[in-house]
């Protein structure tokens, strides 16, 4: 996409609307503001009310309805849970291999691939949504704030003479901006000309921020974020930051880094005695699989080899007792040190 489409989107975003153009016709759709917001909860619970006694499913209840009719599978939560987990990965992987093209065209086929198939999960269970007392008070509340929200050019309310409220509500949900398109807008000018005057006390949207709309208060959190970018101390390169998914990417190997110096810290606090913090293997009790994990990278590669071929050799006894001097790391160090107090006796009788 060139300049233009986000320049255009930035000045939709600095109105606080949407302009729509249906024929020759004109029409306004603004974001409600914090009394109208208010209002359309009453709408909400009254809409509600009526689907409650109407016979409306709790949306708590459909999953039921979905597993029983073969829309929805529990494993389908475990699967989206592994998805998340991998696309991190693979964003790691983005950022490591930044300067590799061909292997970052092939790392983003794969995030967009499991992104994809996330979603899938996602529709599966709220297909019914729709259906429930929620999805119905929801849906209700929203044509409402359409119909509160949408005017002619000269700031009247649209009497939907023309097209009717369903139309505008449909072009509304299509013209939403998706992250990637506020990220783009975010980190370029003019906006960001605009972003460093307005830091400068120089207001930009003239009120507070309880009164900014969704997309405005996204546009200045993605905005704090570049900033924070630029002003660390491991900041990345300009390209980095300009791609979205190796700049994920960084943001993973940085929390990863940090949750890994943390948790080396505690495990550093817990042992205090100094003939437990000298001692060649020194064994932490996790509180669940989670923390275990936690505490096994922070193992290195030698050490990991060592729990790998001990695993290996407990599975390999079938069920059998298996002795600590019979694991073979055991059974080498048990041989080095033998020959070192035979060298130390060599040495000594000289």
Same mark, same amino acid.
């Given at each position: 996409? @060139?300049?233009?489409?986000?320049?255009?989107?930035? =000045?939709?975003?600095?109105?606080?609307?949407?302009?729509?153009?249906?024929?020759?016709?004109?029409?306004?759709? =603004?974001?409600?503001?914090?009394?109208?917001? %208010?209002?359309?909860?009453?709408?909400?619970?009254?809409?509600?009310?009526?689907?409650?006694?109407?016979?409306?499913?709790?949306?708590?209840?459909?999953?039921?309805?979905?597993?029983?009719? @073969?829309?929805?599978?529990?494993?389908?939560?475990?699967?989206?849970?592994?998805?998340?987990?991998?696309?991190?990965?693979?964003?790691?992987?983005?950022? *490591?291999?930044?300067?590799?093209?061909?292997?970052?065209?092939?790392?983003?086929?794969?995030?967009?691939?499991?992104?994809?198939?996330?979603?899938?999960?996602?529709?599966?269970?709220?297909?019914?949504? *729709?259906?429930?007392?929620?999805?119905?008070?929801?849906?209700?509340?929203?044509?409402?704030?359409?119909?509160?929200?949408?005017?002619?050019?000269?700031?009247?309310?649209?009497?939907?003479?023309? /097209?009717?409220?369903?139309?505008?509500?449909? *072009? =509304?949900?299509?013209?939403?901006?998706?992250?990637?398109?506020?990220?783009?807008?975010?980190?370029?000018?003019?906006?960001?000309?605009?972003?460093?005057?307005?830091?400068?006390?120089?207001?930009?949207?003239?009120?507070?921020?309880?009164?900014?709309?969704?997309?405005?208060?996204?546009?200045?959190?993605?905005?704090?974020?570049?900033?924070?970018?630029?002003?660390?101390?491991?900041?990345?390169?300009?390209?980095?930051? %300009?791609?979205? @998914?190796?700049?994920?990417?960084? /943001?993973?190997?940085?929390?990863?880094?940090?949750?890994?110096?943390?948790?080396?810290?505690?495990?550093?606090?817990?042992?205090?005695?100094?003939?437990?913090?000298?001692?060649?293997?020194?064994?932490?009790?996790?509180?669940?699989?989670?923390?275990?994990?936690?505490? =096994?990278?922070?193992?290195?590669?030698?050490?990991?080899?060592?729990?790998?071929?001990?695993?290996?050799?407990?599975?390999?006894?079938?069920?059998?007792?298996?002795?600590?001097?019979? /694991?073979?790391?055991?059974?080498?160090?048990?041989?080095?040190?033998?020959?070192?107090?035979?060298?130390?006796?060599?040495?000594?009788?000289?």
């Amino acid at each position: 996409m @060139d300049n233009v489409f986000y320049e255009k989107n930035l =000045y939709r975003i600095l109105q606080g609307r949407l302009r729509l153009v249906l024929g020759g016709l004109v029409l306004y759709v =603004y974001e409600p503001d914090a009394e109208l917001i %208010e209002e359309s909860y009453d709408i909400y619970d009254e809409s509600y009310k009526q689907a409650y006694f109407r016979g409306c499913y709790l949306k708590k209840d459909l999953i039921n309805i979905l597993v029983e009719n @073969d829309l929805w599978n529990p494993f389908y939560e475990k699967e989206s849970k592994k998805l998340a987990d991998q696309i991190e990965d693979l964003k790691a992987d983005v950022y *490591h291999s930044f300067y590799d093209k061909r292997k970052v065209k092939s790392l983003k086929i794969q995030i967009r691939n499991k992104e994809r198939l996330m979603t899938d999960y996602v529709m599966k269970k709220h297909v019914l949504d *729709h259906t429930s007392c929620e999805g119905v008070a929801s849906f209700a509340r929203s044509i409402w704030l359409i119909s509160q929200t949408t005017k002619l050019k000269d700031g009247s309310s649209y009497t939907w003479d023309k /097209f009717p409220i369903s139309v505008v509500m449909d *072009h =509304y949900s299509s013209e939403q901006l998706d992250p990637k398109t506020i990220r783009k807008i975010a980190r370029t000018d003019p906006w960001r000309t605009m972003w460093y005057a307005g830091k400068k006390n120089i207001n930009i949207f003239e009120k507070p921020a309880y009164q900014l709309t969704k997309d405005q208060l996204a546009l200045c959190s993605y905005s704090n974020m570049y900033d924070n970018v630029h002003e660390s101390q491991d900041a990345p390169s300009e390209k980095v930051i %300009e791609d979205d @998914d190796c700049l994920d990417g960084w /943001f993973i190997v940085q929390r990863r880094k940090y949750k890994k110096d943390k948790k080396q810290q505690e495990i550093d606090d817990m042992i205090t005695n100094p003939k437990i913090k000298n001692s060649q293997e020194v064994f932490v009790v996790a509180r669940d699989q989670e923390a275990a994990n936690e505490i =096994y990278a922070l193992n290195n590669h030698g050490a990991k080899a060592t729990v790998h071929n001990r695993r290996q050799a407990i599975e390999n006894a079938d069920g059998e007792q298996i002795s600590f001097t019979k /694991f073979h790391d055991v059974r080498q160090d048990m041989v080095t040190q033998s020959h070192q107090q035979q060298m130390s006796k060599i040495r000594g009788g000289r």
